[in-house]
């Protein structure tokens, strides 16, 4: 995959105009690694936004986020963004939108941004480290459904088995305020010589609440495969719904 140069948008882009009651910002855009996902998961989360009713939009520009934009939508996906994405004004309006009560969803690369932002890492709780890449770059796993009661869990089993890429994170959210723990990597059914996994508490999807808003995150979404996968992609799907109070 290729890297790009870290560019930011202060252009107003063109209105929106009105938005439905649902409705959802995908915004994609990748100051550093770039993810082949991110065009089959744009296009999954269009189909299913229609079957939901969901008005949905799509940018890659920054400069989308300002406080008349944002307010039209009730949530915003981090769909595998990368590195350093939004400028200082754009991170205010984005953090009052979500502290207002709007919902944040983080796909995948969501934790391998804005690392210098102290209040987007209070958010997720923590940041990407690295992933495995040593015997393998892409094993499977089995996930553990942490809870069967949330949203976006009543559809799971309790123990499945999916293939992605299995960020390690920069420490474990477990425990941390109001973060609640949905699904656990279980660490002990694949093999991570290099880099290390984490050391056994593996979570992998989880939520959170910052001041009215709602934060979904899950680190499902290297793979094309994740949107149509028959457990992520529901996962998501609610993900989204349960942050933007669908």
């Known amino acids: 995959m290729p890297w790009q140069k870290p560019v930011f948008d202060t ?34 989360l269009r189909k299913a936004g229609k079957e939901k009713g969901w008005d949905v939009r799509t940018t890659e520009n920054g400069a989308y986020f300002n406080d008349d934009y944002l307010r039209r939508f009730k949530t915003v996906v981090f769909l595998s963004t990368t590195g350093d994405v939004l400028t200082p004004e754009q991170e205010k309006a984005f953090a009052k939108f979500v502290e207002n009560g709007g919902g944040y969803v983080g796909i995948h ?15 997720l709780g923590t940041h990407f480290r690295d992933h495995p890449l040593y015997p393998e770059h892409l094993p499977e796993a089995e996930i553990i459904t942490d809870t069967q009661t949330h949203p976006t869990t009543k559809h799971l089993p309790a123990t499945f088995r999916r293939v992605d890429e299995w960020y390690n994170f920069k420490q474990s959210v477990r425990g941390k305020d109001s973060i609640q723990v949905l699904l656990t990597l279980n660490e002990a059914t ?4 290099w880099p290390k996994a984490m050391g056994g508490d593996h979570p992998i999807s989880w939520t959170n609440v ?7 995150y899950t680190g499902f979404g290297h793979t094309n495969e994740t949107f149509t996968d028959q457990y992520a992609m529901p996962h998501i799907v609610a993900g989204i719904e349960w942050a933007g109070r669908f």
């Open 11 to 44: 252009a107003r882009p063109a209105d929106p105009g009105p938005v439905g009651e649902k409705g959802v910002l995908i915004f994609s855009k990748t100051n550093g690694f770039r993810h082949e996902s991110i065009e089959p998961g744009i296009d999954a």
């Open 190 to 193: 694949y093999k991570a010589v």
């Open 210 to 216: 910052v001041g009215k808003g709602r934060v979904f």
């Open 109 to 123: 690369a969501a934790s391998d941004t804005e690392y210098g932002w102290d209040w987007y890492d209070h958010m």
